[in-house]
């Protein structure tokens, strides 16, 4: 038996998340979802508390993610040992944010940064660094109740974890029980070659996974594999979070300052129903 949690994350509504934006709890709620991913950085300022007693009240499991303003300088992967230290109180910081909203996980490209890619060969040390940083901030984070949640991401954002494969390896050079990955299966298209041998390899350490089609477009009709995927997530994560991500891009919509300059998302409402019901019925296929 499975017990998935589906969910969706913010900017399928919005960009900046507010104290004016809190009624989009109850309209995540009424779609049917599970849980909802909401985005952190230095240009997001708003009460955590309301945010925090509302989702209890209607049993809806919040994550955070660092898709808002985060500062380049800010990087755990640096060869500088000032940026490190940046980086690390910045993520500290995200993390306690997240404890005062209730939310039970991280998630994201914590081990570097989303547009920093060096050209060459990744280096041993580089990756060292990366996993002992990331074992002090799965401490904090654990010590404070939130799971530390590493998200692979396509060649053209980072140049340090691409795929399943790495993300394990590099949590067994980190070696904390509270470090988990999550998968995005837009990233994947890019950097897979089998999304149920990948989704198999993350095995116990899958939290769950970012449910994209390759062009951030509704799930379905793309050139996800999404049978593969769930006969895979049957196995290797039965209780996985399968949160809808892509960005809005209705008539007051962001998507194109995200790199979205098609128009997958003008109505968000619609894309998580007709999400949500193909991923059900994938989920009861297999």
Same mark, same amino acid.
């Given at each position: 038996m499975t017990s998935y949690k589906y969910g969706a994350h913010q900017f399928l509504w919005v960009e900046y998340w507010t104290d004016k934006t809190l009624p989009v709890l109850d309209e995540v709620h009424d779609l049917g979802l599970d849980c909802f991913e909401i985005s952190l950085g230095d240009d997001i300022f708003f009460n955590p508390v309301p945010v925090c007693k509302r989702a209890r009240e209607i049993g809806?499991?919040?994550? $955070? !993610?660092?898709?808002?303003? #985060?500062? *380049? +300088?800010?990087?755990?992967?640096?060869?500088? =040992?000032?940026?490190? /230290? =940046? !980086? *690390?109180?910045?993520? /500290? /910081?995200?993390i306690e944010q997240a404890a005062e909203l209730g939310a039970v996980a991280y998630c994201g490209a914590t081990y570097g940064h989303p547009g920093h890619v060096l050209r060459q060969p990744k280096q041993i040390t580089e990756l060292v660094r990366v996993a002992e940083n990331l074992h002090q901030l799965a401490d904090y984070s654990q010590k404070? !109740? $939130? +799971? =530390? $949640? =590493? +998200?692979? *991401?396509?060649?053209? /954002?980072?140049?340090l974890l691409h795929t399943a494969q790495q993300a394990v390896d590099l949590i067994v050079m980190a070696d904390h029980p509270n470090l988990l990955i999550n998968l995005d299966t837009y990233h994947m298209i890019t950097e897979e070659r089998d999304y149920g041998k990948a989704i198999e390899t993350a095995g116990n350490k899958l939290r769950g996974i970012h449910a994209c089609e390759n062009d951030r477009g509704v799930p379905?009709?793309?050139? $996800?594999? #999404?049978h593969e995927v769930f006969s895979s997530l049957l196995l290797a994560c039965p209780n996985a979070r399968i949160l *809808? +991500?892509?960005?809005?891009t209705g008539n007051n919509g962001f998507g194109y300052k995200r790199g979205i300059f098609k128009d997958v998302c003008p109505d968000t409402k619609d894309f998580v129903r007709k999400g949500l019901s193909f991923l059900k019925e994938c989920a009861e296929a297999v």
């Open positions: 809806l499991e919040l994550s $955070v !993610g660092p898709g808002n303003l #985060w500062p *380049m +300088e800010c990087d755990i992967s640096h060869q500088s =040992l000032d940026n490190q /230290r =940046l !980086g *690390m109180a910045w993520h /500290r /910081r995200i404070l !109740g $939130v +799971e =530390l $949640v =590493l +998200e692979p *991401m396509s060649r053209f /954002r980072t140049h379905g009709g793309g050139l $996800v594999p #999404w *809808m +991500e892509t960005y809005n």
